[in-house]
């Protein structure tokens, strides 16, 4: 056994090994059970200690409350402990390596947070007078600069929340600039390798999505985007192409495909959620990319959050420039200019309406613009090439084991694998994700995209130790010999060391329980009286 300085044991003994207790309390050591907070915050109690007001004038007329909202009360230390416990259940960036692919996890720099914390960033209310936030106009002008030097573009969206809502601000922009030539295209090219917000995005602008087909490595097939052109000759909107696209590839075709897709009165939409890969080595204004949203939290490091707060800037080009969405930033003679209504815009500006409330999230602009200064055009160069650099030693680390479906080419950011390797083992790609939890990983992007069969996309991302990479490797090595050690117990149960087992993700997701309802109070039959 072996014992610490003072001769106290540091192991458990041989019995100490096998023995799990139940506990009592259900909780694992420092894995505790944690009720909802209805569940035992008293709705009687009250934390507050103030005295009933006198004389008060309620002037809310009908509004005035009449039955209890059924806050719970907790004291301080009870409220606190509650999302403490519930905050250690949480996986996170900051607990572990996070190798979803394409919608990566990245660091978020802590230099950021302490930027958007400054009060003069930090307190502004969007309903300020412009006059008062010149140094916010400022920061949201600079950071736009950025973005369209980094992309090659004339112009970009600031307003967006998020890369899919971007993708909604670019195909707005696409639709306005059609119409403004009098022309109504129906139809948008999606590869069939694309995100699902592409299809989604171009249906909901009432487009007809049609699929073009990956040749045998995973790119988009010039034969058959030539094809489906011809066919639809002249009712073409444009294509929406994701570069590098989601199976880790660069699509070499890219200026051809834009020649064609241009040649035929369409515009290129380019899906940048992957912009983390090629940012300082190739510009999509460059490669003919008319419109490309940016994931501020895929390539510039603001924290992902359950779908927001995000920022999804979108970029156009010289052709797109003119349908920017209110409200925009304008460079006067006097400083900056924000203009926020129809009236207010120039001969030449059409915007095509206004996708937001407000301006943006500033937070996100503060960090993004934070994260670019702090690393400078060389730094961000590299993050992008330690970017490729991760995803290729996990690749190489991995693939006489794990089989890749498009052979052993370089990949960019991430490298996707398929589950062949999982065969006649009687463990599926879901047990295998599954048993990744065990070890204290979260899973890789599973079944996606659906161009492969049982796809598993890593994306480790520019942050990592090679440390942390190889502790990756050897430890999805161990999962997959297991597997084929016929260790199939290890996976069909998993997770076994989880808080929970598993879920019924499918029900979470369509029939969601987002608000909680008192239970119905107990029925009581009264005594009968003598
Ligand atoms: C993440 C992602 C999107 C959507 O971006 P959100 O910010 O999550 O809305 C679109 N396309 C691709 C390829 C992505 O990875």
Redesign the pocket.
């Known amino acids: 056994m072996s014992m610490n300085t003072q001769g106290r044991p540091t192991a458990p003994g041989e019995a100490g090994e096998r023995f799990r207790p139940k506990t009592f309390t259900g909780n694992r050591g420092l894995d505790m059970e944690e009720p909802l907070i209805f569940e035992f915050g008293g709705l009687e109690t009250s934390g507050v200690d103030l005295d009933e007001p006198d004389d008060l004038e309620f002037e809310l007329g009908s509004h005035k409350r009449t039955a209890s909202i059924n806050l719970p009360g907790l004291a301080e230390p009870e409220a606190m402990r509650h999302f403490v416990r519930l905050s250690r259940n949480n996986y996170a960036i900051d607990s572990g390596l996070y190798p979803l692919g394409?919608?990566t996890m990245k660091h978020n720099p802590r230099l950021n947070e302490k930027m958007a914390r400054l009060p003069g960033f930090g307190d502004i209310h969007p309903l300020q007078p412009v006059s008062t936030v010149p140094g916010a106009l400022e920061l949201i002008d600079e950071l736009a600069h950025w973005l369209m030097v980094m992309t090659g573009t004339e112009a970009v969206a600031m307003s967006p929340k998020?890369?899919?809502?971007g993708?909604l601000c670019g195909m707005m922009a696409i639709k306005a600039a059609h119409t403004a030539a009098g022309r109504s295209p129906e139809i948008v090219l999606v590869p069939e390798s694309a995100?699902g917000?592409?299809p989604a995005t171009a249906a909901l602008l009432g487009y007809k999505v049609v699929a073009i087909a990956a040749k045998d490595d995973g790119t988009v097939a010039l034969q058959a985007l030539k094809e489906t052109i011809a066919k639809h000759d002249g009712n073409i909107a444009g294509i929406m192409l994701?570069n590098p696209n989601?199976c880790g590839l660069f699509e070499r075709d890219i200026m051809e495909i834009a020649d064609l897709i241009h040649a035929a009165g369409g515009y290129f939409y380019c899906?940048g959620?992957?912009f983390n890969a090629i940012v300082g080595k190739a510009r999509p204004g460059d490669l003919g990319v008319d419109a490309m949203h940016i994931?501020l939290?895929?390539t510039f490091s603001t924290p992902h959050g359950g779908?927001g707060p995000?920022s999804?800037p979108v970029v156009l080009s010289e052709r797109l420039a003119p349908f920017a969405p209110l409200p925009f930033i304008r460079k006067t003679v006097d400083g900056l200019d924000l203009v926020e209504t129809e009236a207010a815009v120039y001969d030449g500006e059409r915007p095509f309406g206004r996708m937001t409330a407000f301006h943006g999230q500033m937070g996100m602009y503060v960090r993004a613009l934070a994260y670019m200064q702090s690393h400078g055009s060389d730094g961000l160069r590299q993050a992008s090439e330690d970017a490729v650099l991760n995803a290729n030693y996990v690749r190489v680390g991995l693939q006489d084991l794990m089989t890749l479906p498009y052979g052993e080419r370089p990949c960019m950011h991430e490298v996707l694998f398929d589950d062949s390797f999982l065969k006649n083992t009687g463990v599926t790609t879901l047990d295998f994700a599954k048993a990744m939890i065990d070890e204290g990983y979260h899973p890789m992007t599973m079944y996606f995209p659906l161009v492969v069969h049982g796809a598993m996309l890593i994306e480790p991302t520019e942050s990592e130790s090679r440390a942390s990479l190889d502790l990756f490797i050897a430890t999805m090595r161990d999962l997959v010999m297991s597997a084929q050690r016929g260790e199939s117990e290890r996976f069909s149960g998993a997770p076994y060391l989880a808080p929970r087992r598993r879920l019924d993700e499918t029900g979470a997701a369509r029939k969601p329980v987002l608000k909680w309802t008192m239970p119905e109070p107990a029925e009581v039959t009264p005594v009968a009286a003598e």
Do not use: L, V, Y
Request: glycine share 20%; aromatic share 0%.
């Open positions: 394409s919608c998020a890369g899919a809502h993708e995100h917000t592409n994701t989601t899906d959620a992957n994931n939290h895929k779908g995000g999804g």
